[in-house]
C-alpha cells in the first residue's frame, strides 16, 4: 500500500505539491471512484488510478540518463562529495544507483536505475557492452597499439578498443579522439592512454551498449527514460 501523491508522483514526475493540487481538484479517480485525499491509501499494484480520465500505470523501475558533470561521485552515498544521485532530484524513489561508476573528474552519459537487473547485465564483464569516450590527452596520440590491446597492469591486456583520432596539434602537443572500450577496468581509459605515455586532461563518455548521450542535454541535467 502507497499514499496515492506518493504513488502520482513516482508515476508522473510531477512534484508532490503539484499532485495535492491535482488531487484536490477532484480530477483523480481510484477503481472509478473520485478521490479528492492525497493521503488516501492505495494498492499501487492493484488499484486503477486515472487523471483525467487517463489511467497511470504502476511502474517499479525508473530509469534516467544523466549527462554527469565533474565534481560528482559515482555513488549513492558519500561522506565529502555529492553524489550522482544526488542530482536526480525529481525522484521519490530510495533505491537508485547509478549504472557502473564514471570518475569524480569524467562527465557524460550515466544511468541511473533501481533496476538492479538491467545493471548487472550491463556491467557483466562477459557481456562486453561497448562504452565510446570522447577523450582529450596531452601528447600526440597514435592508434596503433589501442587495437592490439594494452598491458595496463592487469592479469591479461585489455581487449582491443577502438580509437578514432579527431584532432592531433602537434605545436600543443594535444590530442583528442574517441576511444571505445569493451570493459570497465579502474580508471581504465586513463590507464590506457598513460600506457600509451599520454595524460588524460579530459574525458567524457558519450555512448554505453545502445544508449548514447542526448547531446541537447546539458552538463548535470538528466531526463527520464
Ligand atoms: N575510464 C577512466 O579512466 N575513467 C572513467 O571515469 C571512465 C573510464
Known amino acids: ?52 480520465g487517463r ?49 569524480i573528474d569524467t562527465e557524460g552519459l550515466l544511468l541511473i536505475t533501481n533496476d538492479g537487473e538491467l545493471a548487472h547485465r550491463l556491467l557483466a564483464p562477459k557481456n562486453h557492452v561497448e562504452k565510446t569516450y570522447y577523450v582529450e590527452v596531452s601528447g600526440i596520440l597514435d592508434d596503433v597499439d589501442v587495437e592490439k590491446g594494452l598491458d595496463i597492469g592487469e592479469e591479461k591486456n585489455t581487449i582491443p578498443a577502438k580509437m578514432e583520432i579527431l584532432k592531433t596539434d602537434i605545436q600543443n602537443n594535444i590530442s583528442s579522439c574517441y576511444l571505445t572500450i569493451h570493459e570497465g577496468k579502474f580508471h581504465q581509459v586513463k590507464r590506457m592512454m598513460k600506457k600509451l605515455g599520454k595524460t588524460v586532461t579530459y574525458l567524457k563518455r558519450v555512448s554505453m551498449g545502445s544508449l548514447i548521450l542526448d547531446s541537447k542535454l546539458k552538463k548535470g541535467n538528466y531526463r527520464k527514460l
Not at 502520482?8 to 488531487?23: A, F, H, P, Q, Y
Not at 530509469?63 to 544526488?86: C, H, I, Q, W
Open 1 to 52: 500500500m502507497i499514499r496515492l501523491d506518493k504513488f502520482l508522483s513516482e508515476m508522473s514526475g510531477w512534484t508532490r505539491s503539484e499532485v495535492k493540487k491535482i488531487v484536490r481538484t477532484g480530477s483523480v479517480t481510484v477503481d472509478g471512484n473520485e478521490v479528492k485525499k492525497p493521503e488516501t491509501k492505495i494498492d499501487e499494484k492493484l488499484s486503477i488510478v486515472s487523471v483525467d
Open 55 to 103: 489511467q497511470i500505470k504502476y511502474n517499479k523501475y525508473e530509469y534516467y540518463m544523466l549527462n554527469k558533470p565533474k565534481g560528482f561521485v559515482s555513488a549513492t552515498t558519500d561522506r565529502e562529495n555529492k553524489t550522482v544521485v544526488d542530482i536526480i532530484s525529481s525522484s521519490e524513489k530510495k533505491d537508485l544507483f547509478p549504472v557502473g561508476r564514471l570518475d
